[in-house]
């Protein structure tokens, strides 16, 4: 059996500007969630990854990650709003 992915496509969606805040947002959880499973798995900061080791450079707060970790964690949120979007859903602030 060959598996063939069918992502959703999600190219025709435009995000407004004001969804940057939760880009943002979910940036930095994806980040904090990615971190905790690695501590989790006994990997620590080191300054350079080693596998071996466990050590892994970007197990700091997001705000010192280098902005290309943090640019790739804003296109994962990026494409989760966006699929949310193509299915259909509405993503609404409601404590304003």
Same mark, same amino acid.
Not at 76 to 95: M, Q, S
């Given at each position: 059996?060959?598996? @063939?992915? =069918?992502? @959703?496509?999600? !190219?025709? @969606?435009?995000?407004?500007?004001? @969804?940057?805040?939760?880009?943002? $947002? $979910?940036?930095?959880?994806?980040? *904090?969630?990615?971190?905790?499973?690695?501590?989790?798995?006994?990997?620590?900061?080191?300054?350079?990854? *080693? *596998?071996? =080791?466990?050590?892994?450079?970007?197990?700091?707060?997001?705000?010192?990650?280098?902005?290309?970790?943090?640019?790739?964690?804003?296109?994962? !949120?990026?494409?989760?709003?966006?699929?949310?979007? !193509?299915?259909?859903?509405?993503?609404?602030?409601? *404590?304003?």
């Amino acid at each position: 059996m060959t598996y @063939i992915p =069918k992502p @959703i496509d999600i !190219a025709h @969606i435009q995000l407004s500007e004001d @969804i940057s805040e939760l880009t943002e $947002l $979910l940036a930095k959880n994806t980040h *904090d969630v990615w971190a905790a499973q690695r501590m989790k798995e006994g990997w620590t900061y080191g300054p350079k990854r *080693d *596998d071996s =080791k466990k050590e892994h450079p970007c197990l700091v707060e997001y705000e010192e990650l280098p902005e290309q970790e943090k640019e790739y964690d804003r296109l994962t !949120a990026i494409n989760a709003i966006k699929t949310i979007a !193509a299915l259909g859903f509405h993503i609404e602030r409601t *404590d304003k």
